[in-house]
């Protein structure tokens, strides 16, 4: 079956220091991949996505995600982390449903 | 504009009420759908429309109806609801449902059933 994993439930990170959230896909074709910010009580906002061409994508608020097939991941970084970055993140993929599925999301906590 | 509104963003309802959850998106999107979120969980598909017709129903109670009357608008009708199904309600739209397109999220109605 489609699926998405994030293998971090959550994450404490210094501020200043750099981010990376791991995220894996199964799929058999090539996949459309995202990565949303949600803030406490709030609607998930786009950070960026993959279609094809490029494997490396620049997103919104300096985060950037690298596509790997040989890996079936879809990493998502930031080389410096600041307090409002704190947030819950989904790594999510459309499935050949047409469906939108998401991971299990990883919490990020960053630390003074 | 790639702005999807929610409304009420709040709302507390009785186990006997009816209510409705309303979205509007003015972007030319033709497929919109309805995720429920519970806390610490991520989104679950609940509804999509495409073409201002129900394409999918991920096999919701009958107490959740949803409605779409015009490309722009997509409601939820609730009835008879049950204390668990308290939670995040977003919904969200895309060009397509087709893959290819990303979906943009409305910022939720907060559901609190009593």
């Known amino acids: 079956a489609q699926s998405v994993t994030q293998p971090d439930i959550h994450i404490t990170v210094s501020e200043g220091a750099s981010l990376e959230l791991r995220c894996n896909y199964s799929?058999?074709?090539?996949?459309?991949l995202f990565w949303y910010v949600q803030s406490p009580g709030q609607g998930l906002q786009l950070l960026l996505k993959?279609?094809?061409?490029?494997?490396l994508v620049q997103g919104i608020k300096g985060f950037e995600a690298e596509f790997k097939r040989s890996q079936s991941s879809f990493n998502l970084r930031k080389p410096s982390v600041h307090w409002s970055d704190a947030a819950e993140y989904f790594c999510a993929a459309y499935s050949s449903a047409s469906k939108i599925i998401f991971g299990s999301g990883t919490r990020l906590s960053i630390r003074p | 504009d790639t702005e999807v509104t929610q409304t009420p963003k709040h709302l507390v309802m009785g186990m006997t009420n009816k209510k409705s959850l309303k979205c509007e998106q003015h972007?030319?999107?033709?497929?919109m759908y309805w995720y429920k979120q519970k806390a610490k969980k991520p989104p679950e598909l609940m509804f999509v429309?495409?073409?201002?017709?129900?394409?999918i129903n991920e096999s919701v109670p009958s107490r959740f109806s949803p409605e779409c009357p015009n490309s722009s608008l997509l409601n939820l009708h609730l009835h008879a609801l049950q204390p668990e199904d308290s939670a995040l309600y977003l919904c969200?739209?895309?060009?397509?449902?087709?893959?290819?397109?990303?979906?943009?999220f409305g910022q939720g109605t907060r559901l609190t059933v009593v």
């Open positions: 993959y279609f094809s061409g490029d494997t």
């Open positions: 972007m030319g999107h033709r497929a």
């Open positions: 799929y058999g074709a090539t996949p459309y």
């Open positions: 969200a739209s895309s060009q397509t449902r087709i893959g290819g397109t990303e979906a943009f």
């Open positions: 429309y495409s073409y201002e017709k129900l394409s």
